[in-house]
């Protein structure tokens, strides 16, 4: 049956799990017989309600986001992202810890799984969310088999079809007629989320927003039609608005989403951006356009919490509107990270047959701590931790690839500003040698042999870190037209102060750990040397004399000590023009003031507003007090 069948009789109601009568874990119950049939029964149930209980939690944590956002609580909607991040492993890892205790031999008897994972296997089929059921068991067992290099597929029960309209289900339309007022289409609008808290001012948001949107329609209606340059200039005409039925919620902000669809089934995407001030809620920003919608919908950032469990669908619906973006990052962004994780997979798979490319080092420098890696043509770059690193490394005492990975990890459970790379990954995964460039493989197989072995033609990798692929700054540049490249360094400096704002200091500033989107923004990819940067010890030369030599009370501090001072020597930017006008845009980096104020901030549990699109997306708003641009 494939996976989406059985969607329509239940897309009102997520699966609930059955009422409990006994709190004991079914191998915790009174045994009435010791049979292998009943083992095998009772370790499947185990590992199911232990789902159910993660499933639960996990769909009730959009309706308190909202609350959140209601009550302009920013600091508990980031405490529900780390929660709904941690819950899943945290019951995963607690089964797998469990059955282990309970059934030291069968559990890793290959036979007694797979009879166990049969019977989980029907009692999950014909629910919505079997894969994620699927997925749940997968992990248990990846987690049990941690030390003993098993690989685990890394599927979906069935195939995903991104190109249907699955959308269909989680969107409204608003068909658009020339001669008539568009406020009775933003008035509508505006009640998709349902607020229970009063507005700050309503119709004039109203009034606002649908004076933006005719001026959108009217400027993306003028122009040739895509994709047919023998297309005579003419006006499209927007014959409807299509909105996602459901409220998006992270951090400060709250979010309505879809697009505008024009005559020649062309669209563009748009976003309400709204704020909850003292005063009352207000739509803070229109956003349009394929650039600011991806920017938005970034994996550098938090998840959003989407008031709807159709998690398919709305995937599907946000594939429609952004369909440049690949349907596994989609997945991730709304939070279902393990179905975006098979989803990447799937995607890399396809990248590599269909193409018929091979994985091979990835451009620009060879980094000190990870071996990167990448198909040709692929969204997607690899990593593998070395075994020990280069000679480049500089950070003294090497901690290991598990601390490396620690970091990894981190970085994925916490808001990325916008500026951090999301990563995915993958443990105990099974490869075809033939993928691997045999240089590449040589160089994996010699230098993290403590986390890739041959077995055959399998090549398989206890971790694998995934992320989207961007261009190395530095090869960015030496590329980039002088205007491209200096967009680029102020988008740098917007990297790193959001990075501070996520509580995240990068000690190694070299350019060489940035890198640039296809629109231009800047990420932070290498985590190697990130620490919390309240545990940073801010200091500075700026007191010495010229020529002295005596050695600064700094020098024998331990921990981590940086002087902003030196950031622009670090970053090893060759072009004195860009370093002048990162200077001038960005000279607050380069001082004390600046970062010490960000760590009390910070330690005050205060969180600071991040910046996520241009200025001329905000709505005017004349007599207001002005509010904080972004989340």
Not at 99 to 111: G, N, Q
Request: proline share 5%; with cysteine.
């Amino acid at each position: 049956m494939p996976l989406f069948d059985n969607i329509a009789e239940n897309k009102d109601r997520p699966s609930e799990a059955p009422p409990a009568t006994d709190k004991r874990t079914p191998l915790e119950m009174p045994m009435e017989s010791s049979t292998l049939d009943d083992r095998l029964d009772r370790v499947a149930a185990w590992i199911l309600a232990e789902f159910d209980a993660y499933y639960i939690e996990s769909r009730s944590i959009p309706a308190r986001a909202k609350a959140a956002f209601e009550d302009r609580d920013p600091a508990h909607s980031l405490a529900l992202s780390r929660r709904r991040l941690a819950i899943y492993n945290i019951g995963a890892r607690a089964v797998s810890r469990d059955l282990r205790k309970a059934l030291p031999r069968e559990i890793e008897d290959e036979r007694f799984w797979s009879r166990a994972e049969a019977i989980y296997l029907a009692r999950i089929q014909g629910r919505y969310e079997s894969d994620m059921a699927f997925a749940w068991i997968n992990s248990v067992r990846r987690m049990i088999c941690e030390g003993m290099w098993t690989p685990v597929d890394y599927a979906f029960l069935h195939d995903l079809d991104p190109e249907s309209d699955r959308g269909a289900a989680v969107r409204i339309d608003f068909p658009l007629d020339r001669k008539a007022d568009i406020a009775p289409v933003v008035e509508r609008i505006l009640g998709i989320p349902g607020f229970t808290g009063h507005w700050r001012d309503f119709a004039g948001d109203v009034q606002a927003v649908s004076e933006r949107l005719d001026q959108i329609i009217s400027s993306e209606g003028e122009g040739l039609v895509p994709d047919d340059p023998d297309a005579c200039r003419h006006r499209r005409r927007a014959v409807k608005i299509q909105m996602a039925a459901a409220g998006f919620f992270r951090n400060r902000g709250a979010y309505l989403v879809g697009r505008i669809v024009f005559d020649e089934a062309t669209s563009t995407p748009l976003i309400l951006a709204l704020l909850n001030h003292e005063a009352g809620i207000y739509v803070e920003a229109v956003i349009h356009g394929r650039a600011h919608a991806h920017n938005l919908f970034s994996s550098t950032l938090a998840n959003f919490h989407i008031t709807t469990h159709l998690y398919h669908e709305m995937a599907a619906f946000l594939y429609a509107v952004m369909p440049t973006r690949r349907l596994g990052l989609h997945y991730s962004t709304i939070g279902f990270n393990h179905v975006g994780k098979v989803a990447v997979m799937s995607e890399l798979r396809e990248e590599v047959i269909a193409r018929g490319e091979r994985f091979a080092t990835a451009i620009g420098f060879r980094g000190s701590v990870a071996i990167g890696f990448a198909a040709a043509s692929s969204d997607y770059s690899l990593k593998v931790i070395r075994d020990t690193p280069t000679d480049q490394y500089k950070w003294g005492e090497f901690p290991g690839v598990d601390a490396v990975l620690d970091k990894y990890r981190r970085v994925h459970e916490i808001d990325r500003t916008g500026s951090m790379l999301d990563n995915i990954i993958y443990h105990n995964l099974e490869l075809d040698s033939s993928w691997f460039d045999p240089a590449l493989l040589e160089e994996l197989l010699r230098d993290a042999s403590k986390s890739v072995s041959r077995n055959g033609d399998a090549v398989i990798l206890r971790h694998l870190i995934v992320q989207r692929r961007v261009r190395p700054l530095p090869v960015f540049l030496d590329e980039a037209s002088y205007e491209e490249a200096a967009q680029a360094i102020v988008n740098l400096g917007h990297c790193i102060k959001n990075n501070a704002a996520a509580n995240v200091f990068n000690k190694d500033l070299d350019a060489r750990n940035y890198g640039v989107s296809r629109f231009q923004k800047v990420y932070l990819f290498d985590y190697d040397a990130l620490e919390p940067l309240t545990s940073v010890k801010i200091r500075s030369n700026s007191d010495r004399e010229e020529g002295e030599d005596v050695v600064p009370d700094w020098f024998y501090e331990e921990g981590t000590v940086f002087l902003p001072e030196e950031i622009e020597s670090g970053f090893r930017l060759l072009d004195r023009g860009l370093r002048r006008l990162f200077r001038a845009t960005h000279g607050d980096l380069m001082t004390r003031s600046y970062w010490e104020g960000m760590q009390r901030d910070l330690e005050r549990g205060d969180v600071p507003g991040i910046r996520l699109y241009p200025e001329d997306c905000r709505i005017e708003h004349p007599n207001w007090p002005s509010s904080p641009m972004g989340e």
